[in-house]
């Protein structure tokens, strides 16, 4: 068991800034999806899930294509 | 000029508020982080997954390992990320039809075509700086970097690369005028570089050399040289390309 808390404490200074990156953009994304409800297909659990558990694709994805404006909200 | 800058500062706007800069530094942070962390963990992960006893001679992770794995994630992972980002450069304006104003306003075609491209050009910059100065400070830390070549003209020629995918994807998107148009068209493109890349006489011209020649270049296997003629056609190629696109969204119907 220490031996695994050594080999996590060698990797710490890799860890730390992926999993801030990573659940960072993941949390922006899902906060954006919740408070601009419009979307250019698909719906909210589906942009969720999608922003929430694709790691950095999900997010790209969203931005790009899922996210609509107020305006064209036509489909 | 003074429009060429007036542009250039609203496409500078619109891609922040379409939270490409947030999305671009997020993702190549990540890519350059996890390259000198996968190589470090390689050997470690296959460790502990070998049934106890077993004897394996696993050699220690080196700074090559980390730069293979920038090569590797970079052009693929990075890439790929980096043209979606940038697809709907065009498709966008035509469809929404907001260029309409200012063109009928006096704003040059060709403005248009050569800000967006120099926008897509700044952020690639901005990308492959990103990852390539984050993925060198931690190999610098964690391995002895002294016996690679050409670390910085790799780095380049993966670049420009990039720039003249860019470019392809500008033209496809502005032809079509769809946001799948340019995806299809640098997919297309990419295939057709693979089918050449089969024959080896196309090994000193073919600008997918400049994706796949690093590591060689690194090991000191191939020379800056050797990849001399497909970097010149590369650059020459992407020139053409935005040429193509200039000419081509002069003639067309906004």
Not at chain 1, 18 to 45: D, E, T
Not at chain 2, 39 to 67: C, H, N, R, Y
Not at chain 2, 77 to 82: R, S, T, Y
Not at chain 2, 213 to 234: E, H, K, R
Request: glycine residues 6%.
């Amino acid at each position: 068991m220490n031996n695994d808390l050594d080999l996590l404490l060698e990797y710490l200074p890799f860890l730390i800034p992926l999993i801030i990156l990573q659940v960072g953009l993941a949390i922006f994304s899902a906060i954006h999806v919740i408070r601009h409800p419009y979307y250019r297909f698909g719906n909210q659990v589906m942009w969720l899930l999608i922003v929430l558990f694709i790691q950095f694709i999900g997010p790209l994805v969203y931005f790009v294509f899922g996210r609509g404006d107020r305006h064209s909200r036509a489909n | 000029m003074n429009q060429w800058f007036g542009f250039f500062k609203k496409e500078w706007f619109e891609s922040v508020k379409t939270y490409k800069l947030l999305l671009v530094v997020v993702i190549f942070s990540i890519l350059g982080i996890l390259n000198p962390f996968t190589a470090k963990i390689t050997p470690v992960l296959l460790e502990q997954f070998m049934p106890a006893g077993t004897i394996m001679d696993l050699p220690e992770p080196t700074a090559l390992d980390s730069w293979l794995q920038f090569y590797k994630n970079v052009p693929q992972m990075g890439l790929v990320v980096f043209i979606l980002l940038f697809s709907t450069m065009m498709s966008k304006e035509l469809e929404k039809g907001t260029l309409v104003i200012l063109l009928t306003k006096g704003l040059r075609r060709s403005t248009v075509i050569t800000t967006k491209y120099m926008m897509a050009i700044c952020y690639w910059t901005l990308a492959i700086l990103l990852s390539f100065t984050i993925t060198y400070a931690y190999t610098a830390f964690y391995w002895d970097q002294s016996t690679l070549q050409h670390l910085f003209f790799a780095a380049s020629c993966l670049y420009i690369f990039g720039l003249l995918l860019i470019a392809v994807t500008l033209w496809g998107n502005t032809y079509f005028a769809t946001p799948y148009g340019g995806i299809l068209v640098t997919f297309i493109g990419m295939i057709g570089l693979f089918i050449t890349a089969i024959f080896p006489q196309s090994k000193s011209w073919n600008p997918l050399e400049l994706a796949t020649a690093p590591p060689q270049l690194l090991t000191g296997d191939l020379l800056p040289a050797d990849v001399f003629v497909s970097y010149l056609l590369t650059l020459g190629l992407t020139l053409v390309f935005v040429v193509l696109t200039v000419v081509h969204f002069k003639r067309k119907l906004v």
